[in-house]
């Protein structure tokens, strides 16, 4: 298909400007991003702000082809949905679509607008039930709270022997909605269930939850409130191997493990796979590109020069006999080279997955705009969206269903030393290396006998 001769044409109220010196045949088209910047679930919305940016970064880059220019104006709902569809309607009469609805509760006030304005709304990581099915200009990125209770809760039972359940609920519309669908999957009756707000006693909170006597406890809550009730469950006493914390992938960001500290390990919760140390592309490029854009310059600096130490050293032992004993100052050097590079990796700003979530947000806009020849009035962006098939994502391959939800799986994942590992992965390693230490002890021992 030749880009070159793509056209624009929209009717009524969507204002198209010409960027100076592209001529007519490319024309500007707009979309608005709404989140909460500011505010309670600030710290989604900043990390998805930052995915979004780094996406339009490379597309601006002309690395790839497009035959439009795309402006991107970033707004702050402050986390108020009332406030958030009072904005999507105010940008609908400028955009063609819209990235928005970062919490279930702005999503859910904003898909009327949505509807009403015959455009298309894409959140990144709205969860609640209800939104299945919204309207069919309403599509998202993460998988519904109906996944993600369903596989906690078989874990739990199946895995890790939970046979009595509480709930400990955030009062507001992802808590309770989370918390809903666990209660439904989770396949008997539970211990009980509490609800709290910012305001509450949380020693009360507390108290309540672990007067249940409950062997697991579900926290459905996000950020700051998520990180609260975890550290009072654990100072109160709710820990050992024998009592299993568990939340949701609202976890899965820096900003609440720093605020949780040493409570949240042992923590299990869930999430689509996402790895940054992977190798498998585009999700090793994103991650080593929103390392260099928004890790302190100093840092990334030293990092590089970590980089270049690293190498340097190893290449000063290629080929030779690593058991010499004259060689002992490089290999302590290699070493050092090995212990700095890890440091200075560490330093670096890790882009979170919903930093993954709004790059992929972007992306599907762009995807969706890729596949139109023409576009006669906004409702028109449709035919872009159901056209993707596969699209490749930093999160995974994204495919929608007819509800508009993202066709993607969740699985466990705990906090080991404050860092979220794999649960499957980590525990295959452990037994790995358990059965090694068995078998030198065994060796040990044979050599022992032999010697007697």
């Avoid at 590079?341 to 670096?348: F, I, N, Q, S, V």
């Amino acid at each position: 298909m030749n880009f070159r001769t793509r056209t624009l044409v929209l009717l009524g109220a969507l204002c198209l400007l010409l960027t100076v010196g592209c001529g007519p045949e490319v024309p500007t088209v707009n979309f608005s991003v709404i989140l909460p910047m500011t505010g309670p679930a600030g710290i989604y919305g900043e990390e998805i702000a930052n995915g979004i940016q780094l996406r339009q970064d490379r597309l601006m880059s002309g690395d790839e082809q497009l035959a439009y220019n795309v402006v991107v104006e970033v707004i702050d709902s402050e986390g108020d949905a009332q406030q958030a569809a009072s904005l999507l309607e105010t940008a609908f009469s400028t955009s063609l679509a819209a990235i928005g609805g970062a919490t279930s509760a702005e999503a859910l006030a904003m898909v009327p607008v949505a509807e009403d304005a015959d455009r298309v709304l894409v959140s990144p990581s709205a969860s609640s039930p209800e939104l299945s099915g919204a309207s069919e200009y309403f599509y998202r990125l993460f998988p519904s709270a109906e996944i993600e209770a369903s596989t906690m809760a078989t874990f739990l039972r199946d895995r890790v022997n939970v046979q009595r359940l509480a709930l400990v609920v955030e009062d507001s519309p992802f808590g309770t909605s989370l918390a809903d669908s666990v209660e439904l999957v989770w396949g008997t009756e539970l211990a009980g269930r509490v609800t709290f707000t910012p305001s509450s006693d949380q020693n009360a909170m507390v108290q309540e939850a672990l007067g249940y006597e409950a062997d697991g406890i579900y926290v459905a809550a996000s950020g700051a409130a998520l990180a609260e009730a975890i550290q009072a469950l654990r100072l109160a006493g709710f820990d050992g191997n024998d009592k299993r914390l568990a939340t949701s992938s609202s976890l899965m960001i820096e900003a609440v493990l720093e605020a949780a500290g040493p409570a949240a390990n042992g923590v299990y919760f869930t999430a689509p796979v996402f790895d940054v140390d992977g190798p498998d592309e585009p999700t090793a490029s994103f991650v080593a590109d929103y390392r260099e854009k928004f890790t302190d310059p100093a840092a990334w600096t030293a990092y590089q020069d970590a980089v270049a130490e690293d190498e340097r050293a190893k290449t000063a032992l290629e080929g030779m006999d690593l058991g010499n004993p004259g060689l002992a100052a490089a290999r302590a050097e290699a070493e050092a080279a090995v212990e700095a590079l890890a440091a200075a990796k560490d330093a670096l700003n890790t882009p979170s997955y919903y930093a993954g979530l709004g790059y992929d947000s972007m992306g599907v806009l762009i995807g969706a705009l890729s596949e139109l020849e023409v576009i006669n009035v906004p409702s028109d962006f449709l035919k872009g969206m159901r056209a993707i098939r596969e699209l490749p994502g930093v999160t995974g391959t994204i495919q929608f269903r007819e509800t508009g939800d993202v066709q993607k799986f969740t699985r466990i994942y705990q906090i080991v030393d404050g860092k979220a590992v794999d649960f499957e992965k980590h525990t295959e390693e452990r037994i790995r290396k358990l059965r090694e230490e068995m078998q030198r002890v065994q060796q040990q021992i044979e050599r022992a006998n032999r010697n007697q």
